[in-house]
């Protein structure tokens, strides 16, 4: 076991030193020089010199392998360099820009998670056929939809239509309904199918049989006893969930005007400013690699049969 | 990405008695992407309007029979955009298939033949791809590239290369064990012949069903892309574009965002279907 997890932290170490030297050739040693787009505009009148001695400034005159091992030394630090274009750090641009789309993407996977699991329960569950297969089908329409048209959509709806939720000074929750569901919804949808799928598969098994034969109502058998087999599957694309939820988040946010990680990454493309975008690019890869090392880590406590020996249980 | 891990999970076969209900949507599928191909390659045969140049006074007109979907703020045709702004997204969304595929098959084919040190690097390549949000892969991208339709589509098809890579590899590995490809090598055949005449084109069904999904993933991407302004430049008639000017005059004019949204979704829907009928049933 110790030596699995020693392994495993192995891997993922390796796949983010790759991901940063991947994206530190990408976007450092490549054209596109974020020093000289800014300063080399002839409205700020700087002489070559001068452009010059603000590239020693930045530590842009270096080698590249120097550059490379400050860029990584500084990174495992926790220091992500400056923004080029906003002439501040990276890092307090992050957390006055990390919190918003942290709430958003937390309180959106939540809404997604029941909206997934009534949605998978019902499509099982449900009384006639032609209404099973209508919920069914239903993730794939939702997987479809592009996630700033139903952003537009919600706010032509809800706010301008309806005038249910509105646009100027909303409160605080008032303003957040429409971002978490326009975000919800496309992540509720690989979940619910994964789900029915997984519920599908699981609710053939003998033991099901069994406790349906002992008189258990097919509510409680899902609950007690496939809903925790079923789960299974659905950890496996945590992570992958996790970068759909930043990536919606992003769009969101530009849809919704809201101010977070979405509106920097925007400004960061624009600009070209390149300090920005690596550092959330690399944000993203942690999140990444950490929470699938976490559903390795958890998955045999779900399902115990993970700790036998393959080839040991088939 | 879930796309992938989504189609890697096979449905059950389908049973006779749903066959018939499920032709019509198979059919009206390819005859959403028949359409929009025809859109794409003559527009003009669908529409008398001009897809950028307005007619004066004829503005923010709400659909009628003159205008099916409306005009926009400066009396363009709206079906007239949308019809030529076919063109775009159907070209970026083949080019990003085909980076994606070509990249990722070559990737996936030498992973699963050669094996060993190479397989175990290149899958390392693809985990590192898997590790960023597309969206950010994509945005990484382009911010080299710079904007533009083609760079656009590149930038979409770069993300796909370790999916179709991943899924590539899992298949010459099934194909590999099999007698006859054992025969094919015991009987002489050269490595990189057997490889090429037997390994890949049996490889390949699975992989060209995922394709079909990815083109409807692509077309999704490329709008959000051309959204937030990274794509074609303003009068070009792109749909993610369209939706983006539309967005103005949400408290009036809903035909503006509605209807080439509503034109993405029924595409990539039908791309889905018939992604989902070229798979072999298991």
């Known amino acids: 076991m110790t030596r699995l997890l020693v392994s495993r932290i192995g891997q993922a170490a390796i796949v983010l030193l790759l991901a940063f030297t991947a994206s530190f050739l990408l976007l450092q040693a490549l054209p596109g020089d974020a020093i000289l787009i800014k300063y080399q505009n002839p409205e700020m009148g700087l002489t070559p010199e001068q452009i010059a001695e603000i590239r020693v400034l930045y530590g842009a005159d270096a080698p590249i392998w120097v550059q490379y091992g400050n860029t990584l030394w500084n990174f495992l630090q926790g220091s992500f360099g400056y923004s080029v274009q906003a002439g501040v750090p990276v890092n307090p641009l992050l957390a006055t820009n990390l919190p918003p789309t942290l709430r958003l993407a937390s309180l959106g996977l939540v809404v997604a998670v029941i909206i997934a699991g009534a949605l998978a329960f019902a499509a099982t569950l449900a009384p006639f056929a032609w209404l099973r297969n209508l919920l069914q089908s239903l993730p794939a329409l939702m997987i479809s939809v592009p996630v700033f048209w139903l952003g537009i959509m919600l706010i032509q709806i809800f706010s301008f239509r309806l005038r249910l939720v509105p646009i100027i000074n909303p409160s605080e929750f008032q303003a957040l309904i429409l971002p978490v569901v326009t975000l919800s919804l496309p992540i509720a949808a690989p979940l619910a199918q994964i789900l029915i799928r997984s519920l599908d598969e699981v609710q053939t098994q003998p033991f099901v049989s069994v406790a349906r034969a002992k008189g258990a109502s097919r509510a409680w058998v899902l609950w007690r006893h496939v809903l925790r087999n079923a789960l299974l599957p659905v950890l496996t694309i945590a992570g992958v969930l996790f970068g759909e939820l930043l990536a919606g988040a992003v769009v969101t946010e530009t849809v919704f005007g809201i101010n977070g990680l979405g509106r920097i990454t925007e400004q960061a493309v624009s600009n070209q400013d390149t300090a920005v975008l690596q550092a959330i690019v690399i944000l993203a890869a942690v999140g990444f690699v950490l929470i699938n090392l976490l559903v390795d880590l958890v998955a045999p406590l779900i399902d115990p049969r993970l700790n036998t020996p393959i080839g040991a249980s088939a | ?282």
């Open chain 2, 1 to 282: 990405m879930s796309s992938l891990d989504l189609f890697t999970t096979r449905r059950p076969a389908l049973g006779l008695g749903r066959l018939r209900q499920l032709d019509v949507t198979l059919v009206l599928s390819w005859a959403i992407i028949i359409v929009a191909i025809a859109w794409a390659v003559a527009p003009g045969a669908f529409t008398p309007h001009s897809g950028t140049v307005g007619i004066a006074g004829n503005q923010l007109r709400a659909p009628d029979v003159a205008h099916w979907l409306g005009t926009d703020e400066i009396g363009r045709d709206v079906l007239a955009r949308i019809i030529y702004g076919s063109i775009n997204s159907l070209f970026g969304a083949v080019v990003a298939v085909i980076v994606g595929f070509v990249g990722g098959t070559a990737l996936g084919l030498v992973a699963g033949s050669v094996g060993g040190r190479t397989d175990t690097l290149i899958m390392r390549i693809v985990d590192v791809l898997l590790s960023v949000p597309g969206l950010l892969l994509q945005l990484s991208i382009i911010i080299i590239l710079g904007f533009g339709t083609v760079n656009v589509a590149i930038a979409v098809g770069v993300t796909t290369v370790a999916s179709f890579a991943r899924l590539m590899r899992s298949e010459v590995i099934r194909v590999r064990r099999a007698d006859y490809v054992e025969a094919a090598f015991g009987s002489g055949g050269r490595f990189a012949a057997v490889l090429w005449r037997h390994v890949l084109p049996n490889s390949l069904g699975t992989v060209i069903a995922f394709a079909a999904l990815q083109f409807g993933s692509a077309i999704l991407a490329i709008s959000t892309l051309g959204f937030l302004g990274y794509g074609a430049p303003p009068p070009t008639p792109e749909w993610g574009l369209l939706i983006s000017e539309g967005r103005k005059y949400l408290t009036g004019a809903w035909w503006l965002t509605a209807f080439p949204g509503i034109t993405v979704i029924l595409i990539v829907l039908a791309t889905h279907r018939i992604s989902q009928s070229l798979r072999r049933p298991s």
